[in-house]
């Protein structure tokens, strides 16, 4: 017999993760964000900062804003955890070789999240936090990692069949071993991503290198996509450490 779900459970975890995108918000326009109704979204609100996931934001807007308590979960023991670890040394070899910022993403839920990044000491850098969602269309991450799924679980993961472009794109992808973003999600920026994968060659993630435009040349592409290559295959090895 099917389990009947709470449907106020996920009203309040929807207006939490509408406050992680969005904070400061106030209660109107995560009503509107929402197309909820103000007074129960007010109701989530209460109960969110009584459990202390949430206070008010500083100012005189009644906005509200995530607490330090999610940080509490923000490395569980899990299998993401363990990658997380297993890469570490690959990336911070990753940083020296290449001298930009460096990244470890990991697929959640239709979309890519960052799980662990070194910043490059340039005083010009790209910094993705740790937590950030990469999106789908255009990013380095999203392209290194369908380049290796089905036809089926491409089109589940974009909403449609792989357009002729994107396809020739991914097999490009595959073929050299690296994706790359040449500002097509933050213009000025350059990325590069490679899958990691399993034993069934399946994606479990992507380590990625991102920087400006003006160091991320064209002619620096082979090399840097060849230091992505190398440390994915050593991943897969297991000489990560």
Do not use: C
Request: glycine share 8%; charged share 20%.
């Amino acid at each position: 017999m099917a389990v009947k779900r709470s449907q106020s459970a996920s009203r309040v975890l929807t207006v939490f993760e509408e406050i992680a995108r969005a904070q400061p918000i106030g209660v109107s326009a995560l009503a509107r964000a929402l197309g909820a109704n103000k007074s129960a979204v007010q109701r989530d609100l209460m109960t969110l900062s009584d459990a202390g996931w949430i206070r008010p934001a500083s100012g005189e807007a009644r906005n509200w804003e995530l607490t330090h308590h999610v940080l509490t979960l923000a490395r569980p023991p899990h299998s993401s955890d363990n990658l997380r670890l297993r890469i570490r040394p690959l990336l911070e070899r990753l940083r020296v070789l290449s001298d930009e910022t460096v990244y470890l993403t990991v697929p959640h839920q239709g979309r890519f999240v960052v799980i662990e990044a070194l910043e490059s000491h340039h005083m010009l850098r790209v910094v993705p936090p740790v937590g950030m969602v990469v999106p789908v269309e255009g990013s380095a991450t999203a392209k290194a990692m369908l380049a290796h799924l089905s036809e089926g679980d491409q089109a589940r993961l974009i909403g449609a069949a792989p357009p002729p472009a994107l396809q020739a794109e991914l097999a490009q992808t595959r073929m050299r071993g690296y994706a790359v973003n040449d500002g097509d999600v933050m213009p000025g920026s350059v990325t590069l991503a490679s899958a990691l994968l399993d034993a069934n060659a399946r994606p479990l993630g992507a380590l990625v290198v991102t920087g400006p435009a003006e160091r991320m040349r064209r002619e620096r592409w082979p090399e840097l996509g060849g230091y992505l290559r190398d440390a994915s295959r050593l991943a897969v090895t297991g000489e990560a450490a």
